[in-house]
């Protein structure tokens, strides 16, 4: 089966821009959530979405957004673009919200804002 | 909220053991991920605890104490490609069961 999948794997942006991100989760787990990840740092969460509904959000301005799609697959946008935005953008896919659901990640995102 | 320590840095011998301490402070408790990540990659799943003890996999076993708020991950044999970053993850008894990750550990394994 195939893992998370995420796309694309690089980017390159300027300051003001907008940003889309997409993810699609191992087939049959129903919850996606999104992290930032800056060198030298473990991931901080942004989003998680469980069948179509935001279960939660981090602590990020209201410039980053996201969405759950009925096939779950999940895009992360971000707008008016900072240069503190440059980051790996991880994707991570459970079967559900449960105590016992491990989340797996996908490759990333690396957001890289000129 | 939490707060999750873990070392910056390790070094270690290839062949050797290695062992990761990860101490935490929550508000409640319910489970401790690790996690290995080698540079510019993806966090992969290593073991997960909820309960106290050793849960072992093959070169690599974790532990966890609950009342000392306190986990290692143990690395037998090391190799190589044992060199990455180990991450640290807690979660608490919210509503989301969203983990908090640490920082990481940068394992360095040299010949």
């Known amino acids: 089966d195939a893992g998370v999948t995420q796309s694309p794997t690089h980017l390159i942006k300027t300051r003001g821009q907008q940003v889309t991100l997409r993810c699609s989760p191992i087939s049959g787990h129903k919850s996606v959530s999104w992290y930032q990840q800056v060198l030298g740092q473990g991931p901080q969460f942004i989003f998680q979405y469980y069948e179509k509904e935001e279960r939660g959000r981090g602590n990020f301005p209201d410039r980053f957004s996201a969405r759950q799609f009925p096939n779950y697959s999940s895009e992360l946008n971000v707008n008016a673009l900072l240069l503190g935005d440059s980051a790996l953008y991880l994707c991570?896919?459970?079967?559900?919200?449960?105590?016992?659901?491990?989340?797996?990640f996908g490759p990333g995102t690396r957001l890289t804002v000129l | 909220g939490q707060n999750i320590d873990q070392p910056t840095e390790m070094t270690a011998t290839e062949g050797a053991i290695v062992q990761i301490n990860c101490t935490y402070q929550?508000?409640?408790?319910?489970?401790l991920f690790w996690y290995q990540q080698h540079a510019g990659e993806a966090p992969t799943f290593l073991s997960y605890n909820v309960l106290d003890g050793l849960e072992e996999k093959g070169r690599f076993s974790s532990f966890l104490s609950r009342s000392k708020g306190y986990s290692y991950l143990l690395l037998k044999e090391l190799q190589m490609k044992d060199s990455a970053s180990y991450l640290c993850?807690?979660?608490?008894?919210?509503?989301?069961?969203?983990?908090?990750f640490g920082r990481g550990t940068s394992l360095i394994v040299h010949p």
């Open positions: 991570a896919s459970s079967q559900g919200t449960g105590g016992a659901d491990t989340q797996y």
């Open positions: 993850a807690v979660r608490d008894q919210g509503g989301s069961y969203i983990p908090t």
């Open positions: 929550t508000s409640g408790f319910n489970g």
